[in-house]
């Protein structure tokens, strides 16, 4: 049975994603954007006001490493909070009249269930490599930015596997040949992770400053103001690179260099205490305090259009 408030396994989050479209057809609609490893189908939400022209938008996506459980928890909540306070919070139908959201609720679907059923500490997808008995790379070294330069493995046994090729994983080569396709509309990318709480943005691949590193600062100092006001929770902001270590092969990283301006990874509760067993007691609480980060960053890209 699905609930907000509990670590909801994939058939239960694949019900939910279809149940939660059907009685939303006014402001949510679904679609596949391939098919896993092992064959589960990749669910993409978009969640939006219909306007009949192609709207400016911001992707969201959660469950890139399999472990990190509160990540698929945030992608649920963002949207029932949306389609809750759609109509009356002022700043959520501003950014749903006037943008599309796609929200992939879990993009390692093969890691995330592997998690549920064998392994919690699992964190790569599934994919067999021929010579290898090492299963799985992970996802978020295997895009194409500076891939398997730093901070990656070309090691299959590895946690920071970066694959055989950059995309060599089919749930990576699906989100970047979405993203790569409406890359015209696509003003922000949003990634999900745990835990640290930080909010990163480019680059990880390079201690280089990103073009827009004032911004990209201001923009993730609000975003942390707004979500520290709720409970006291403190984050850090900064580029991945210099504010915790050097990794190639990331989405934040590729999404910013295929041109997507507002490109964060945020790293949500604890910085340490549970870990990636955050108890299903502060799921609540995270969610609402990351809404309040998502929303200030979703108005920033609103408004700078
Ligand atoms: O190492 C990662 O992929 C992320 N940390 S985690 O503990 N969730 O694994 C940080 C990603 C920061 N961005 C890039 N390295 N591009
Ligand atoms: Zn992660
Ligand atoms: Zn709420």
Not at 280 to 301: D, R
């Amino acid at each position: 049975l699905h609930s907000y408030t509990k670590y909801n396994t994939w058939d239960t989050i694949l019900s939910w994603i279809n149940s939660i479209a059907s009685s939303n057809p006014s402001l949510v609609s679904k679609q596949v954007i391939g098919n896993t490893f092992e064959g589960r189908p990749m669910t993409l939400l978009k969640l939006g006001k219909s306007s009949g022209t192609t709207k400016p938008s911001i992707f969201l996506d959660c469950g890139i490493h399999a472990r990190e459980w509160i990540s698929p928890a945030f992608c649920q909540w963002f949207v029932k909070e949306a389609l809750e306070t759609y109509g009356s919070d002022s700043q959520m139908t501003s950014l749903l009249d006037q943008m599309d959201v796609y929200v992939l609720p879990v993009i390692n679907i093969d890691g995330y269930e592997y998690s549920h059923t064998t392994n919690r500490m699992w964190r790569k997808t599934r994919s067999k490599l021929s010579g290898s008995s090492c299963l799985g790379a992970d996802p978020n070294r295997n895009f194409d930015a500076g891939w398997c330069t730093v901070g990656a493995s070309s090691n299959p046994c590895s946690e920071t596997f970066c694959g055989s090729t950059p995309e060599s994983e089919i749930e990576v080569k699906h989100v970047a040949d979405f993203i790569r396709k409406n890359k015209s509309s696509i003003k922000a990318y949003l990634t999900i992770h745990s835990y640290s709480q930080l909010l990163l943005f480019p680059y990880s691949y390079s201690y280089n400053l990103a073009a827009d590193h004032s911004e990209l600062m201001s923009v993730a100092q609000g975003a942390s103001a707004a979500l520290t006001s709720l409970y006291g929770t403190r984050y850090t902001s900064g580029p991945g690179a210099s504010t915790i270590y050097l990794a190639a092969g990331g989405s934040d990283d590729w999404a910013y260099d295929l041109g997507v301006k507002y490109s964060y990874t945020f790293e949500l509760r604890d910085t340490g205490y549970h870990g990636f067993l955050l108890p299903e007691s502060q799921i609540k609480p995270t969610c609402e305090e990351t809404m309040l980060a998502v929303k200030y960053i979703a108005a920033h890209v609103v408004f700078s259009q």
